[in-house]
Protein backbone atom coordinates (compact mmCIF):
# COMPACT_ATOMS: atom_id res chain seq x y z
CA UNK A 1 0.00 0.00 0.00
CA UNK A 2 1.38 3.40 -0.89
CA UNK A 3 2.61 5.66 2.41
CA UNK A 4 1.11 8.69 3.26
CA UNK A 5 3.93 10.26 0.46
CA UNK A 6 3.22 8.41 -2.17
CA UNK A 7 -1.38 9.04 -1.03
CA UNK A 8 -0.04 12.60 -1.36
CA UNK A 9 1.72 12.24 -4.98
CA UNK A 10 -1.32 10.22 -6.06
CA UNK A 11 -4.05 11.72 -4.97
CA UNK A 12 -2.52 15.71 -5.58
CA UNK A 13 -2.00 14.40 -9.44
CA UNK A 14 -5.17 16.20 -11.36
CA UNK A 15 -5.18 13.10 -13.65
CA UNK A 16 -7.30 11.06 -11.01
CA UNK A 17 -10.30 13.75 -10.93
CA UNK A 18 -11.37 13.45 -14.12
CA UNK A 19 -15.12 13.26 -12.74
CA UNK A 20 -14.03 15.31 -9.59
CA UNK A 21 -14.42 11.71 -7.51
CA UNK A 22 -17.96 11.09 -9.00
CA UNK A 23 -16.29 7.91 -11.32
CA UNK A 24 -16.20 6.01 -7.85
CA UNK A 25 -19.63 6.23 -7.45
CA UNK A 26 -20.31 4.28 -10.82
CA UNK A 27 -21.41 1.22 -8.92
CA UNK A 28 -24.46 2.62 -7.75
CA UNK A 29 -25.24 4.75 -10.16
CA UNK A 30 -24.17 8.39 -8.94
CA UNK A 31 -22.88 9.74 -6.07
CA UNK A 32 -25.87 11.10 -5.23
CA UNK A 33 -27.50 7.29 -5.21
CA UNK A 34 -24.68 6.12 -3.11
CA UNK A 35 -24.93 8.80 -0.64
CA UNK A 36 -28.80 8.17 -0.12
CA UNK A 37 -29.16 4.08 -0.35
CA UNK A 38 -25.19 3.62 1.34
CA UNK A 39 -23.88 6.50 3.55
CA UNK A 40 -27.10 8.37 4.77
CA UNK A 41 -29.13 5.20 6.04
CA UNK A 42 -25.97 4.43 8.02
CA UNK A 43 -25.70 7.85 9.50
CA UNK A 44 -28.95 9.35 9.80
CA UNK A 45 -29.00 8.85 13.37
CA UNK A 46 -25.71 11.01 13.99
CA UNK A 47 -26.98 14.26 11.62
CA UNK A 48 -27.92 17.16 11.52
CA UNK A 49 -24.84 17.72 14.21
CA UNK A 50 -23.51 21.24 15.15
CA UNK A 51 -19.75 20.62 14.12
CA UNK A 52 -18.91 18.20 11.31
CA UNK A 53 -15.68 17.29 11.06
CA UNK A 54 -14.69 15.30 7.39
CA UNK A 55 -11.39 13.40 6.65
CA UNK A 56 -9.90 13.46 3.23
CA UNK A 57 -12.97 14.73 1.55
CA UNK A 58 -11.08 14.72 -1.57
CA UNK A 59 -13.04 17.37 -4.56
CA UNK A 60 -15.89 17.34 -1.87
CA UNK A 61 -17.73 14.27 -3.18
CA UNK A 62 -19.33 13.44 0.40
CA UNK A 63 -18.80 17.25 1.40
CA UNK A 64 -21.88 18.41 -0.69
CA UNK A 65 -24.09 16.87 1.21
CA UNK A 66 -22.43 17.06 4.62
CA UNK A 67 -23.12 20.59 4.06
CA UNK A 68 -26.15 21.24 4.80
CA UNK A 69 -25.85 18.74 7.93
CA UNK A 70 -24.55 21.23 10.12
CA UNK A 71 -23.79 24.71 11.10
CA UNK A 72 -19.66 24.44 10.58
CA UNK A 73 -17.88 21.94 8.77
CA UNK A 74 -14.27 21.12 8.82
CA UNK A 75 -12.90 19.36 5.73
CA UNK A 76 -9.24 18.11 5.82
CA UNK A 77 -7.39 16.81 3.48
CA UNK A 78 -3.26 16.07 2.55
CA UNK A 79 -3.75 16.85 -0.79
CA UNK A 80 -3.56 20.76 -1.19
CA UNK A 81 -4.96 20.42 -4.93
CA UNK A 82 -7.88 18.68 -3.10
CA UNK A 83 -8.24 21.82 -0.39
CA UNK A 84 -8.11 23.53 -3.13
CA UNK A 85 -10.84 22.24 -5.06
CA UNK A 86 -13.07 22.00 -2.19
CA UNK A 87 -12.80 25.89 -1.70
CA UNK A 88 -13.81 26.42 -5.43
CA UNK A 89 -16.80 24.62 -5.41
CA UNK A 90 -17.64 25.64 -2.41
CA UNK A 91 -17.31 29.42 -2.40
CA UNK A 92 -20.40 30.32 -1.36
CA UNK A 93 -20.69 28.39 1.72
CA UNK A 94 -19.07 30.47 4.49
CA UNK A 95 -19.62 27.81 7.30
CA UNK A 96 -17.03 25.28 6.03
CA UNK A 97 -13.27 25.41 6.90
CA UNK A 98 -10.67 24.22 4.85
CA UNK A 99 -6.95 22.57 5.90
CA UNK A 100 -4.53 20.71 4.72
CA UNK A 101 -2.48 18.57 6.55
CA UNK A 102 0.24 15.77 6.68
CA UNK A 103 -1.80 12.95 6.10
CA UNK A 104 -1.99 12.58 9.75
CA UNK A 105 -2.37 16.22 11.98
CA UNK A 106 -5.42 17.44 13.12
CA UNK A 107 -3.86 19.92 15.04
CA UNK A 108 -5.75 22.75 13.74
CA UNK A 109 -9.04 21.21 15.21
CA UNK A 110 -9.52 22.42 18.08
CA UNK A 111 -10.25 19.98 21.78
CA UNK A 112 -13.56 18.96 22.24
CA UNK A 113 -15.45 20.73 19.25
CA UNK A 114 -16.09 18.12 16.90
CA UNK A 115 -19.51 16.44 16.99
CA UNK A 116 -19.51 14.51 14.51
CA UNK A 117 -16.45 12.90 12.48
CA UNK A 118 -16.80 10.95 8.91
CA UNK A 119 -14.53 9.83 6.20
CA UNK A 120 -15.59 7.58 3.41
CA UNK A 121 -14.10 6.00 0.31
CA UNK A 122 -10.17 7.43 1.43
CA UNK A 123 -8.65 6.09 4.71
CA UNK A 124 -9.47 2.74 2.70
CA UNK A 125 -5.86 3.51 1.05
CA UNK A 126 -4.11 4.28 4.70
CA UNK A 127 -2.31 1.84 6.51
CA UNK A 128 -2.71 1.23 10.54
CA UNK A 129 0.01 3.89 11.83
CA UNK A 130 -2.12 6.70 10.34
CA UNK A 131 -5.25 4.97 12.02
CA UNK A 132 -4.09 5.21 15.20
CA UNK A 133 -2.50 8.96 14.73
CA UNK A 134 -5.97 9.88 13.61
CA UNK A 135 -7.97 7.82 16.62
CA UNK A 136 -5.49 9.38 19.06
CA UNK A 137 -6.68 12.83 18.04
CA UNK A 138 -10.07 12.05 17.86
CA UNK A 139 -9.95 10.98 21.46
CA UNK A 140 -9.56 14.38 22.73
CA UNK A 141 -11.14 16.60 19.15
CA UNK A 142 -14.81 15.12 19.62
CA UNK A 143 -16.87 16.42 22.45
CA UNK A 144 -17.79 14.32 25.54
CA UNK A 145 -21.01 12.54 23.53
CA UNK A 146 -18.93 12.96 20.07
CA UNK A 147 -19.31 9.61 17.26
CA UNK A 148 -17.67 9.36 14.04
CA UNK A 149 -17.34 7.05 11.02
CA UNK A 150 -14.83 5.96 9.31
CA UNK A 151 -14.63 3.25 6.61
CA UNK A 152 -10.93 2.01 6.25
CA UNK A 153 -9.34 -1.55 4.94
CA UNK A 154 -10.39 -5.27 5.87
CA UNK A 155 -7.96 -6.28 3.52
CA UNK A 156 -5.54 -7.13 6.29
CA UNK A 157 -7.20 -10.23 7.20
CA UNK A 158 -7.21 -11.87 3.96
CA UNK A 159 -2.87 -12.49 4.00
CA UNK A 160 -2.97 -15.39 2.16
CA UNK A 161 -5.21 -14.61 -0.40
CA UNK A 162 -3.05 -10.92 -1.22
CA UNK A 163 -0.03 -13.22 -1.12
CA UNK A 164 -1.67 -15.61 -3.50
CA UNK A 165 -3.18 -12.64 -6.01
CA UNK A 166 0.34 -11.33 -5.86
CA UNK A 167 2.16 -15.04 -7.24
CA UNK A 168 -0.71 -15.03 -10.34
CA UNK A 169 1.06 -12.84 -13.54
CA UNK A 170 -0.75 -10.12 -14.27
CA UNK A 171 -0.39 -10.96 -18.32
CA UNK A 172 -1.24 -14.07 -19.80
CA UNK A 173 2.38 -14.09 -21.79
CA UNK A 174 4.30 -13.81 -18.27
CA UNK A 175 2.95 -17.51 -17.88
CA UNK A 176 3.56 -20.65 -20.73
CA UNK A 177 0.56 -22.71 -19.24
CA UNK A 178 -1.72 -19.46 -18.98
CA UNK A 179 -0.78 -18.21 -22.58
CA UNK A 180 -2.23 -21.51 -24.00
CA UNK A 181 -5.39 -21.13 -21.58
CA UNK A 182 -6.15 -17.63 -22.45
CA UNK A 183 -5.15 -17.73 -26.19
CA UNK A 184 -7.69 -20.73 -26.24
CA UNK A 185 -10.32 -18.56 -24.77
CA UNK A 186 -9.77 -16.29 -27.54
CA UNK A 187 -7.95 -13.86 -25.16
CA UNK A 188 -4.51 -11.77 -26.59
CA UNK A 189 -1.20 -11.89 -25.56
CA UNK A 190 -1.42 -9.18 -23.65
CA UNK A 191 -4.67 -9.79 -21.58
CA UNK A 192 -4.86 -8.99 -18.10
CA UNK A 193 -5.16 -12.68 -16.27
CA UNK A 194 -4.97 -10.81 -12.67
CA UNK A 195 -7.18 -8.50 -12.86
CA UNK A 196 -9.65 -10.81 -15.14
CA UNK A 197 -9.78 -13.09 -12.18
CA UNK A 198 -10.72 -10.45 -9.74
CA UNK A 199 -13.10 -9.29 -11.67
CA UNK A 200 -14.69 -12.55 -11.42
CA UNK A 201 -14.39 -12.61 -7.68
CA UNK A 202 -11.77 -15.23 -7.81
CA UNK A 203 -8.80 -13.79 -6.59
CA UNK A 204 -8.87 -10.91 -3.88
CA UNK A 205 -8.94 -7.25 -5.16
CA UNK A 206 -5.95 -6.37 -4.36
CA UNK A 207 -5.94 -3.25 -7.10
CA UNK A 208 -8.13 -1.37 -4.89
CA UNK A 209 -5.13 -0.27 -2.84
CA UNK A 210 -5.99 -1.20 0.46
CA UNK A 211 -3.78 -0.73 3.35
CA UNK A 212 -2.71 -4.32 4.29
CA UNK A 213 -2.00 -3.98 7.80
CA UNK A 214 -5.64 -3.23 8.55
CA UNK A 215 -8.31 -4.93 9.79
CA UNK A 216 -11.67 -4.31 11.67
CA UNK A 217 -10.48 -5.88 14.71
CA UNK A 218 -7.23 -3.80 14.64
CA UNK A 219 -9.35 -0.65 14.45
CA UNK A 220 -11.46 -1.92 17.39
CA UNK A 221 -8.16 -1.96 19.67
CA UNK A 222 -6.71 0.89 17.96
CA UNK A 223 -9.82 2.66 19.25
CA UNK A 224 -9.78 1.07 22.96
CA UNK A 225 -5.86 1.64 23.29
CA UNK A 226 -7.11 5.46 22.97
CA UNK A 227 -10.49 5.90 24.78
CA UNK A 228 -12.65 5.49 21.97
CA UNK A 229 -15.10 2.71 21.57
CA UNK A 230 -16.42 0.91 18.13
CA UNK A 231 -20.19 0.65 18.82
CA UNK A 232 -21.18 -1.20 15.41
CA UNK A 233 -18.67 -2.38 12.57
CA UNK A 234 -19.61 -3.67 9.38
CA UNK A 235 -17.28 -5.56 6.83
CA UNK A 236 -18.21 -5.10 3.23
CA UNK A 237 -17.18 -6.51 0.12
CA UNK A 238 -16.04 -3.86 -2.73
CA UNK A 239 -15.91 -3.73 -6.13
CA UNK A 240 -15.30 -7.59 -7.28
CA UNK A 241 -16.42 -10.52 -5.25
CA UNK A 242 -17.65 -11.66 -1.28
CA UNK A 243 -14.37 -10.75 -0.24
CA UNK A 244 -14.87 -8.26 2.53
CA UNK A 245 -11.99 -6.02 2.33
CA UNK A 246 -13.56 -3.13 3.72
CA UNK A 247 -15.30 -2.29 7.00
CA UNK A 248 -17.54 0.88 8.17
CA UNK A 249 -16.70 1.41 11.70
CA UNK A 250 -18.96 4.03 14.16
CA UNK A 251 -17.25 4.94 17.17
CA UNK A 252 -17.53 7.08 20.13
CA UNK A 253 -15.84 8.35 22.79
CA UNK A 254 -15.70 6.19 26.43
CA UNK A 255 -18.55 7.03 28.41
CA UNK A 256 -20.86 9.25 25.54
CA UNK A 257 -24.75 8.69 25.24
CA UNK A 258 -23.76 6.92 22.41
CA UNK A 259 -21.66 4.00 23.95
CA UNK A 260 -22.27 0.32 24.28
CA UNK A 261 -20.97 -3.33 23.10
CA UNK A 262 -19.89 -3.14 19.92
CA UNK A 263 -21.58 -5.18 17.14
CA UNK A 264 -19.95 -6.70 14.30
CA UNK A 265 -21.92 -7.36 10.89
CA UNK A 266 -20.45 -9.59 8.08
CA UNK A 267 -22.39 -8.24 4.77
CA UNK A 268 -20.39 -9.81 1.87
CA UNK A 269 -23.99 -8.16 -0.44
CA UNK A 270 -23.12 -5.01 0.30
CA UNK A 271 -21.87 -4.25 -3.45
CA UNK A 272 -24.22 -6.67 -4.99
CA UNK A 273 -26.76 -4.23 -3.23
CA UNK A 274 -25.08 -1.26 -5.03
CA UNK A 275 -25.29 -2.20 -8.52
CA UNK A 276 -29.29 -3.43 -7.43
CA UNK A 277 -29.32 0.02 -6.62
CA UNK A 278 -28.07 1.26 -10.24
CA UNK A 279 -30.09 -0.77 -11.86
CA UNK A 280 -33.21 0.36 -10.84
CA UNK A 281 -31.93 3.66 -11.43
CA UNK A 282 -31.47 2.74 -15.61
CA UNK A 283 -34.93 1.63 -15.32
CA UNK A 284 -36.33 5.43 -14.40
CA UNK A 285 -37.16 8.32 -16.91
CA UNK A 286 -33.80 10.91 -16.30
CA UNK A 287 -34.97 14.20 -14.54
CA UNK A 288 -36.02 16.45 -17.00
CA UNK A 289 -34.75 20.02 -16.91
CA UNK A 290 -37.97 21.97 -15.92
CA UNK A 291 -40.31 19.97 -13.61
CA UNK A 292 -43.92 22.37 -12.74
CA UNK A 293 -41.96 25.07 -13.88
CA UNK A 294 -39.26 25.08 -11.84
CA UNK A 295 -35.73 24.76 -13.16
CA UNK A 296 -33.57 21.53 -12.49
CA UNK A 297 -29.89 21.55 -11.86
CA UNK A 298 -28.49 18.83 -12.98
Known sequence: MPTVAENLSMWNDSQFWS???????????????????????????FIPAPTILEIAPGHGRF????????????VVDLSPLCIEACRRRFASEPHIRYYAN?????????????DFVFSFDSLVHVEA?????????????????????IHHS?????PKSVALCRRIPERADESPLLHLLFK????????????????????INTAGLRGRSVTAEAF????????????????????YGRYLVDCISIFTRKG??????????????????????SQLARQLPPRPTSVYGIEQSQ
Not at 104 to 112: N, R, V
Not at 184 to 203: C, E, N, Q
Open 129 to 149: DVLQTYAEQLATKLRPDGIGL
Open 256 to 277: SIWERPNRVWENPGFIRDARKV
Open 19 to 45: QNGDEWSEAWGGTDLLWMTAVLPRIRQ
Open 184 to 203: ALGKDDGFSVRSYLMAKGIL
Open 220 to 239: AAICQRVGLQCIYQEKISWA
Open 63 to 74: TQFLKDCCERLL
Open 154 to 158: NIGCY
Open 102 to 114: DGKSLAMIADESV
